[in-house]
Structure formats: C-alpha cells, structure tokens
C-alpha cells in the first residue's frame, strides 16, 4: 500500500514510518495540515493515516476539504489522544473511516490499514460497469443499458440482472437466485419464472442476438448464444 502519515509528532510518524516501510508498504509523511491536505489530493495514496490535532489545519477540517473539494475517497484512518465519543462522532461524519486512540500499537494500525484498504477495493470492483456482450449495467447509478438504448428495470429484475451479470458466463441455479433476491421468504417457482420472463422481454425480446438462456433443471445463464452452446449448462456456479 502507498499510505500517506499526516502527522506533527516527528517521532511517532517516524516510528510509523518505519514501520510501515518495514511491511513492504510505501509510506510518504506530512507534519502539518495544509501540507497533508496539499499530498492527499495531488497524489494517490491507498490509505491514509490522519492526526486530529494538527498545526496549519486540524484533522477534522482537512478531512471534510478532502472528501468535498478534493473529491477523494481514499480510506482515512484518523489517530488522536482525544477519546470522547463527541470526538471520535466528529471524525467519522467529517469522512474517516475509522478511528484509533493513541498510544496506538504500531501492528494495530497496519491491521487496520490492511482492512480499509481491502473494503476499498471491494467497494471499487462492485462499482465496475458489467459488461456481457452489447449488455451494461453500472452497479453506481443502477443504470442498464443495451447498445445505446437504456432500459429501466424493476427493483427484482434489476437485482437478478446484476446477480447473472456478475456471475456470466456461469449458470446461476435457480435456489441460489431465490436466496439471494428473496432471503428467507422465498416466493414459490411461478413468481421466478415470471420475473425472468419480464426480464428477457426487458433486455431480449427486442433484439436479435439472444443473451438470456434457461438451462431446465439448473438456472439460468447470460451470455452470448456461442458461449451458451459451449458451456452448454455444464459449468454451474
């Protein structure tokens, strides 16, 4: 990870510096706020390690500036000897993702940094545009699209789509759907196979080249028909 340590005690982000370079990560360290806010918005970091109390511009402010006018969203990590529950509620709203008292553990605060960084990028890959075929759909404005026409989908037909989309090429069986979509008060067989039926009128019906495939006894499937012939419902996922 490339972590950026906004700190002013020379010591405490040395030994963090240290530390950190020992993990194999790649640490860059600023003792004030203005000069912190300055590196988090001009470089990309994959974490960032943020004092409350700082000179220049105390943690809280340089998180807001970051989130609002840098319009980064970089994991935060704030460390501060203050330890009221007002303190640690005025960081989080400010935008850091977690907060750790001082005198923090030098491993503790790798261990956190490891599990910011991890959620950030499960976040980013689930806000990837999926793509089968001529077929999108974007997880961050729940839009679909087919070619250059957008189609507006139903709540379920929309959270089935993303789920075969997700899982394309493979089949996805019918009980996983089911589970996924409805939870524990699953619907019986008919209303499945009403929403897919909706849902290939939605995003096939009107187009030549068919993506949606029922595999009887299995699931369904998405994909285009020369992929479909080959995993001709063998591949179950």
Known sequence: MRVLIIEDNCDLASNMFDFLENKGHIPDAAGDGITGLHLAIANQYDAIVLDLMLPGMDGITLCRKLRSEGGKTTPVLMITGRDTLDDKIAGLEAGADDYLIKPAELREVELRLRVLYRRSCEYAQKQKTMVVE???????????????????????????????????????????????????????????????????????????????????GFGYQLASPEIHSKYHGTNLS
């Open 134 to 216: 001529d077929l999108s759909l974007d997880p961050f404005t729940c839009s679909v699209r087919r070619g250059d026409k957008t189609i507006d989908l139903p709540p379920i037909s929309y959270r089935i789509l993303e789920m075969l989309m997700a899982r394309s090429p493979h089949v996805v069986k019918r009980d996983d759907i089911q589970r996924i979509v409805w939870g524990e008060g699953r619907p019986d067989s008919d209303s499945l196979r009403a929403h897919m039926h909706l849902l290939r009128d939605l995003i096939d019906k009107p187009y030549q080249q068919k993506l949606l495939h029922t595999l009887r």
